[in-house]
């Protein structure tokens, strides 16, 4: 089983792919992992020069130096040390064939793809016999590693925000990448068909009691507000679900907290049936919304 499964160059200053291994394994962890991976490399400015993110069974690594981030996904069982040995002499390697003017002026994603041949010599060297291959030496990661521990990256600290279009976001100009929600479920389509029909029940109670409230010297104006505002957080629920966007997780709960509160300040104009409705049928776009991933739609060009 391959311990090292994809290795990734990317320019530190704007995030543009330089080179990457080609990639043989096509499991969903990976490609999940992959798709973290490009977004990470849009933010590296912001992280330390060396760090990590924690998968479930597949772990990314990455260092930066001198302009250029080295990025990997490794099966879980490789030691860290192992990695980022791989990840020094992948270092080595780029740096002997490319000098930092050229890495400069590279102006089109992926100028380098000829250094994939290299890559995936080192690949085999670490897959195989699952050691250094050049100038570094395992107890000297190791002891660097023990000086100055591993930075975790939180995914929540990587904003996905460079250009939202139709539920895709463009990565930066000439990058050539786009990130895209995963295609609409049949569960999806229910909870949007359900949150357009609640949408509608409140606004519509809404209108109509605003009539009562202006005759009755605005005593019902706090229903008109809750309805109102039901109805703003069910639309809302639906754009959330239908295009990405950053802290999904803090906005979907917000909303989903917000008609809570509403249908139970109603209960005096809703049966307890209808409370009921209105609360699941919330909590399942909630769910949903959360569970729609990101997709990742661009052509890496072979890699």
């Known amino acids: 089983m391959s311990l090292i499964l994809f290795a990734f160059v990317v320019r530190v200053r704007?995030?543009?792919?330089?080179?990457?291994?080609?990639?043989?394994?096509?499991?969903?962890?990976?490609?999940?992992?992959?798709q973290q991976l490009r977004a990470i490399s849009k933010a590296l400015s912001r992280f330390p020069d060396r760090g990590t993110v924690k998968g479930q069974e597949l772990n990314i690594y990455f260092i930066s130096s001198e302009g250029v981030s080295y990025m990997t996904v490794c099966h879980c069982s490789l030691p860290v040390a192992k990695a980022f040995c791989f990840l020094e002499d992948l270092r080595w390697e780029f740096t002997a064939c490319f000098n930092s003017t050229?890495?400069?002026?590279?102006?089109?994603?992926?100028?380098?793809?000829?250094?994939?041949?290299?890559?995936?010599?080192?690949?085999?060297?670490?897959?195989?016999s699952r050691g250094p291959a050049l100038e570094v030496t395992l107890a000297e990661v190791q002891e660097d590693l023990r000086i100055h521990p591993l930075q975790v990256i939180n995914l929540d600290e990587v904003e996905l925000t460079n250009g939202i279009a139709n539920g895709h976001m463009e990565q930066g100009s000439g990058s050539g990448q786009n990130v895209r929600l995963e295609p609409v479920t049949a569960p999806g389509i229910l909870s949007l068909v359900l949150n357009i029909m609640c949408a509608s029940l409140n606004v519509i109670r809404g209108v109509h009691l605003i009539e009562y409230t202006f005759q009755d010297d605005y005593e019902g104006i706090w229903n008109v507000v809750a309805f109102l505002l039901a109805f703003v957080c069910c639309v809302s629920q639906c754009h959330l679900y239908l295009f990405h966007s950053s802290l999904k997780k803090l906005k979907s709960f917000t909303l989903l907290s917000v008609i809570v509160l509403c249908n139970l300040y109603?209960?005096?104009?809703?049966?307890?049936?209808?409370?009921?409705?209105?609360?699941?049928?919330?909590?399942?776009?909630?769910?949903?919304?959360?569970?729609?991933?990101?997709?990742?739609?661009?052509?890496?060009c072979g890699v």
């Open 266 to 300: 109603l209960l005096g104009m809703r049966n307890v049936w209808q409370l009921i409705f209105h609360i699941s049928v919330a909590s399942l776009s909630t769910v949903l919304i959360l569970n729609r991933k990101l997709q990742d739609r661009t052509n890496d």
């Open 14 to 34: 704007d995030g543009l792919p330089l080179s990457a291994s080609t990639d043989f394994e096509h499991n969903r962890e990976l490609q999940e992992r992959k």
């Open 102 to 128: 050229v890495v400069a002026l590279a102006a089109r994603p992926y100028p380098f793809l000829e250094f994939d041949s290299t890559i995936q010599k080192l690949k085999q060297q670490y897959n195989q």
